[in-house]
């Protein structure tokens, strides 16, 4: 069994864009370090300096925050950021892949990429989150996760930075959750111990 | 069973014919990236299913070609991590002066890009006319896209950027003409490069290299292919010559690092040990 614990779910990801930072201070910053899931992120943040966003938001939470490695094997109770200008991808075999294919809605990394290949690998134990954002990234994702009978969650638009990633999720599928930025971090850690 | 599960058992049967009927073998790429590429090929043509392309495929080898270069088509960029441009400019340029002639490999060069980056960087420091480069790709519609050497005018913008902060000593203009919305490339640059097919997955090297570069391309391969070809390069550059991979890339943990050293930290600019 390569999984951790009993629980159902084997990963989260999330897709997050305007006011990224500061939404994943607050997501990142609820969990605890002993989170028993892995966590994989897409950011669009405009930074030439790799790793700027790992660094920053590994000193400010407790789960351990990294950026992705080529071949990386995915473990508990740390997060992994895509490197600026790769698409972050899940294999079937627990690993991130990078590529440098062109970018998908305008966005390299894009979270529709990491969604989909994180529901073929992941199926039903995968958690799917998008968060504040322009643009539409993470929606045909959102899709392929809950087709795939993963777990999808949505912040409540009216409570984002920038509704439209959220707001386009929405319409696109009915999500499983929709709900405010602080409560989310409450929502994984229950879905993570069920 | 569902439509998902169909389509990767059909990928799996097509993926096996075409190495039995073709001799291209796709079983050592990363599978997320090549079923992303084949789901992009195939909602684009005309087929129904999976299935009804693997029998055309078989068959008709235009059908295998139009595949092939959907899925073998990766892409470049001119000066791509200029970080990168500017650690070449300082550590590997001083190393390359000191030989009369210097022959260079860029493996997997998509549609040219970076090729013609890397002419332009060793004429900018003074190494025209002392070079040789060969840049080799699979797929043969984009190595003809990089031989023509004409680029979308609206990405020389950003090209600009890399290239100045890359150290570029010129106006990056000088090395392009513009015509309409496109750009062509200075043919005295494009003479110096030569395009060649090549297969990372069967072929063999040709010849002594002094410096091999192949970025964002070993990123594709499982980790048995990434040996094969990093064994192929150790086997043609010369002792003391350099090998160049992508950042996010690494030499650690592979069989031939024990005689290589990274010689720009984080750049991935390595050198063979004379050993």
């Known amino acids: ?194 | 069973m569902d439509q998902d599960e169909l389509f990767d058992i059909e990928l799996r049967l097509l993926l096996s014919g075409i190495n039995q009927a073709y001799g291209y073998d796709f079983t050592d790429y990363s599978e997320a990236s090549l079923k992303r590429r084949i789901m992009h090929w195939f909602v684009n043509s005309d087929y129904a299913t999976l299935s009804d392309a693997q029998a055309r495929i078989l068959r008709d080898r235009d059908a295998f070609e139009s595949l092939l270069r959907g899925i073998t088509v990766n892409v470049s960029e001119m000066f791509r991590d200029p970080p990168f441009f500017k650690a070449m400019r300082e550590t590997v340029i001083p190393h390359l002066l000191t030989y009369p002639f210097v022959k260079i490999w860029h493996a997997g060069c998509a549609t040219g890009e970076e090729a013609y980056s890397t002419a332009i960087l060793l004429n900018e420091e003074g190494m025209a006319g002392r070079f040789r480069m060969y840049a080799t790709d699979i797929n043969n519609a984009v190595l003809q896209k990089a031989r023509d050497g004409i680029f979308p005018l609206k990405e020389m913008q950003r090209y600009t950027r890399n290239y100045q902060s890359g150290g570029g000593k010129k106006s990056f203009s000088d090395y392009y003409t513009a015509r309409y919305d496109h750009a062509i490339m200075m043919p005295a640059l494009r003479e110096q490069i030569v395009f060649a097919s090549h297969n990372l997955v069967v072929d063999s090297d040709f010849g002594e290299m002094h410096l091999i570069l192949c970025r964002n391309v070993l990123i594709y391969f499982k980790p048995t292919l990434k040996e094969r070809v990093l064994f192929l390069f150790d086997n043609c550059l010369l002792p003391g010559g350099f090998l160049c991979i992508g950042l996010k890339e690494s030499l650690e943990g592979r069989k031939i690092a024990s005689r290589y050293s990274e010689v720009a930290p984080k750049m991935r600019i390595y050198r063979k040990s004379y050993g």
């Open chain 1, 1 to 194: 069994m390569d999984r951790k614990g009993n629980g159902r779910f084997r990963a989260v990801v999330i897709g997050v864009s305007t006011g990224g930072v500061e939404a994943l201070k607050i997501l990142l910053g609820g969990l605890q370090a002993s989170y028993p899931l892995p966590i994989l992120i897409v950011a669009h943040i405009a930074s030439e300096a790799s790793n700027g966003l790992a660094l920053l938001l590994d000193d400010f939470c407790s789960v351990r925050v990294k950026e992705a490695d080529e071949l990386e094997e995915i473990v508990p109770g740390t997060a992994y950021i895509a490197p600026p200008n790769y698409h972050m991808q899940l294999e079937r075999d627990g690993k991130i892949t990078l590529s440098v294919d062109p970018p998908v809605n305008f966005a390299r990394p894009s979270a529709d990429v990491l969604f989909e290949t994180a529901a073929d690998a992941m199926g039903a134990g995968l958690i799917a989150v998008v968060l504040t954002g322009a643009g539409s990234d993470g929606s045909i994702g959102l899709k392929a996760v809950a087709a795939k009978g993963g777990t999808t969650v949505v912040q409540c638009p009216m409570n984002a930075v920038a509704d439209s990633m959220p707001k386009s999720a929405a319409a696109v599928i009915k999500p499983d959750y929709v709900m405010p930025l602080e409560r989310i971090p409450e929502l994984l850690i229950q879905l993570a111990w069920e």
